[in-house]
């Protein structure tokens, strides 16, 4: 396993302390059997001045949490929410009943959300994956990963407990790859890892004594050696959801968090190959982090990806050196949710459409511009669409688009206003309409469709863990129950998960809280899901949070970019025919 450069931290280190003036920072690594990591000897070192300092060994000593923090812990000023703020006392004896056993399995959820709770050097850090007793094979559930965490950061921050989103904000800064290789290549700095281990480790030259290192991986040592293109995008949307909630933007503003955005900017907004403003990437990419057939430019994707460059956009200090950078995220911002808007899009109406495409054009005016052939209209979408509603396809390449259902991907540009009003309304009536196979017995189908026989021969390469309707291919996973409560809150439909939220609750917790679930119905636990799956409780949490104080859901929203309506109204009105395009708006990518 490739453990993280010590030296990373200490310029970090460097990075942070020098804009201070203060830059006595030792070199040195530490090394433990011969690996390399991001290290803190917090139980017998302590800094009071908050400066890394070397002791003698040529290992950093990392003080306390405090060399990360540069304000006070934050009190719970807010006070948090109660967890059972939304229903009021009284009612039949039955309504008591059922409330007392809907509390019960939140307060068991807050159990079990702490349960899982994993420190460094004393300080929560993160959230372990997964907390099965039952389990015999551990794998990497015993890690944090960056994107399991989020709803646990985000049930915290509602909650008024800021510290441990804090921390793991800035200790996962400090994993941000600067110098990671893999088979001798390196990719490009800013990736943020996947999962990162704490690791208790005897330290070298000292047999009594231990410290705590971070061991991140960056998908060298993940199953399929999937790349995390989400978990930097994950990061930025937290970040900025702590200042939001917290009141606290000493951390946004703190020079290596800055930095840090940048780098995870630079990294996403780099030129490549690509001809389309959406980001290119591997299969297994996000959540679904294994073969899927969900190479190229995949929507939950692009919809991480707008939503943080907007994040961004509000977060980042105005500075001379960051005029280009700026430039081009608002340049992306725009030809991104043109193309995910215009080109992902389908309904009734937009099949047919697609259904009398002419095929071979070649032009600068093609309507076909992928070159999309009607007989790739599957069989089963003909019936599905609802003539009521709509939906964001997975894909689009060159002669492809991939008509699947996408949950995440489809929940959040509704959160992020990727996709317009009147799409997000349509993508909400879709899910009602299609509650039976979307929900059914426990929310939320990660996408729709399964993958049968040849097919699923062919795309997953035979996995027996994506079998049709089990895990990523057709599974149900409550985590999304979370992201789901945003959308319907944000679109002021919260009566949708509120109904989703009620099924779940039915036998979640008698369930020992799965991390999927099996089957078209989801009848089944999931034939190889872990029990007490942390991103499950932690995604109850947050959407019975977010139903009780429905303006919280602001912390994760990006509201409609004004520019972007002018832009686009603009556009439509100099050509009301559908050949829409960007000349009006110089814009450099082929939208
Ligand atoms: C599985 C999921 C991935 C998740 C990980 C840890 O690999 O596909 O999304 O982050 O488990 O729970």
Redesign the pocket.
Known sequence: MQLLNCSRMLRNCRRVYSIQGIDGVSHGKTKISGLESVSCKGHQAESVSGITAEDGHGTIIAPKIKEFEMVEPMKHEKGGFASNGKFAAGGTINDTLGKASVDSIEDEAWNLLRESIVFYCGNPIGTI??NDPSSSSIL??DQV?I??FIPSGIAFLLKGEYDIVRSFILHTLQLQSWEKTMDCHSPGQGLMP??FKVRTVPLDGDESATEDVLDPDFGEAA?GRVAPVDSGLWWIILLRAYGKCSGDLSVQERFDVQTGIKMILKLCLADGFDMFPTLLVTDGS?????RMGIHGHPLEIQALFYSALLCAREMLAPEDGSSDLIRALNNRVVALSFHIREYYWIDMRKLNEIYRYKTEEYSYDAVNKFNIYPDQIPPWLVEWMPSKGGYLIGNLQPAHMDFRFFSLGNLWSVVSSLATMDQSHAILDLIEAKWSELVADMPFKICYPAFEGQEWRITTGSDPKNTPWS??NGGSWPTLLWQLTVACIKMNRPEIAEKAVKIAEKRISRDKWP?YYDTKQARFIGKQA?LF???SIAGYLVSKLLLANPDAANILVNREDSDLVSAFSSMLSANPRRKRDWKGLKQKFIV
């Open positions: 994956a997964a990497n559930y990963f994107r399991d996947a999962s199953i996000c959540m679904i982090d294994r895990y990523h991390e872990r799956q942390t991103w």
